[in-house]
């Protein structure tokens, strides 16, 4: 397709990948940190099949990195989160959320601990490399923040170990989940590990030149054609199905992470030092008005996930809103992730929701909704 059917400009940034992607059918864009992100490739069931199945490469260079460096880096990474990274060894990659002094949720990126005194934060849809930087102003610490030259490819699914022994050799089956560790391929240096947004099985590529993103592209296009890759996007259907946040869907500034079930990644009995410490403290204390919770929704097979955010009615009230919903072709339903108030979160329980000025029942259910212990993600190879 020609480029000028987009209308794309110069204010957004385009991605390393960008002219592969529309040579390998990128039909629709959407803008994601100040960037464009491929979000069509077709019919996005078939996407779903695909990476189920075989294997997909998405571009998700729009994951920006915020680098933080110098003597006081690690003190300063501590003070951005409330989980606990004195256990985060070099070379190790931790699920975290960002919290600022009310104790709301600004992002939850993966943390890369590349040296002693060297972090990225892999963001989702957020600008915490502003936040970063105004808190390093005031911090009285000796670090740096930066945005390097660092754009992610997802190769997701469970053919991409295959795909990555083709293309790395062997070696590639001892990085665990959750672990990264710097490669070279064909002179494209990349660090490479074992995580994504896609509940599957599979691997990030952190292209560190991004004058090489359409030769790393094509090379694994071209390695993955005989295990069945094709191009593909997020799948909204994947990662709704495995309970995975959108920032600025099912989280904002407005959230507290009690109220995402996600107690796991705050200490508050440790003496870390972290912004939003007392007031999360007193939300524990007090207890949360709300929850995230999963839904049935019981109507006809959505056609796509939702565009706004559907009202939840109980006893002829607003009791909260379906932030993520989705038809799931495995699950053969309509499922949801919504926030409603904590009276109506009990599993089992019956509300409505409104779509398009008519109401139908939901069920609230377990979540995630599918593989709930992530065997699929965090299986051994080696």
């Known amino acids: 397709m020609n480029k000028k059917n987009f209308g794309f400009g110069t204010q957004i940034r385009k991605s390393p990948y960008f002219d ?37 490469l998405c571009d998700v260079a729009v994951e920006r990195q915020v680098e933080i460096t110098g003597p006081d880096a690690f003190e300063f990474t501590q003070l951005l989160t409330p989980r606990d990274l004195s256990k985060l060894s070099v070379g190790q990659c931790k699920y975290v959320l960002i919290t600022n002094v009310e104790g709301g949720v600004l992002n939850d990126p993966v943390l890369l601990r590349l040296g002693e005194n060297h972090f990225w934060l892999s963001l989702g849809d957020s600008d915490i490399l502003l936040w970063a930087q105004g808190v390093a102003i005031n911090s009285g610490l000796n670090v740096k923040i930066t945005e390097p030259d660092v754009s992610p490819l997802q190769l997701q699914g469970p053919k991409s170990a295959e795909i990555m022994i083709k293309l790395f050799g062997e070696g590639i089956k001892d990085l665990k989940y959750y672990w990264f560790r710097k490669l070279d391929l064909d002179g494209i240096p990349l660090i490479v590990s074992r995580t994504g947004w896609s509940s599957e099985f599979g691997y990030e590529l952190f292209l560190k030149d991004g004058s090489k993103g359409n030769e790393l592209y094509e090379k694994i296009m071209f390695v993955g054609k005989e295990f069945g890759l094709k191009p593909g996007h997020t799948s909204s259907i994947r990662r709704i199905e495995g309970g995975m946040l959108s920032y600025h869907a099912d989280a904002d500034i407005h959230t507290n992470p009690f109220e995402l079930g996600l107690d796991r990644l705050v200490n508050l009995d ?80 019956e509300i409505e929701v409104t779509i398009q000025e008519k109401n139908f029942k939901c069920e609230v259910i377990e979540k995630p909704f599918f593989d709930p212990k992530k065997q699929i993600t965090s299986k051994s190879l080696s």
């Open 270 to 349: 440790s003496d870390i030092n972290f912004i939003g410490k007392e007031a999360l403290k007193r939300i524990k204390a007090e207890g949360v008005k709300r929850l995230q919770v999963g839904l049935e929704i019981k109507c006809e097979k959505l056609s796509g996930p939702n565009t706004t955010f559907w009202p939840l009615m109980a006893d002829n009230n607003v009791i909260g809103k379906v932030t993520s919903a989705v038809y799931s072709p495995r699950l053969k339903k309509n499922i949801a992730l919504a926030m409603v108030d904590i009276k109506y979160s009990k599993i089992g329980l």
């Open 20 to 56: 592969s992607t529309i040579k390998w059918g990128a039909t629709g864009f959407s803008v994601y940190n100040h960037m464009y992100i491929p979000r069509d490739f077709g019919d996005p069931e078939q996407n779903f099949w695909n990476l189920i199945k075989t294997a997909i």
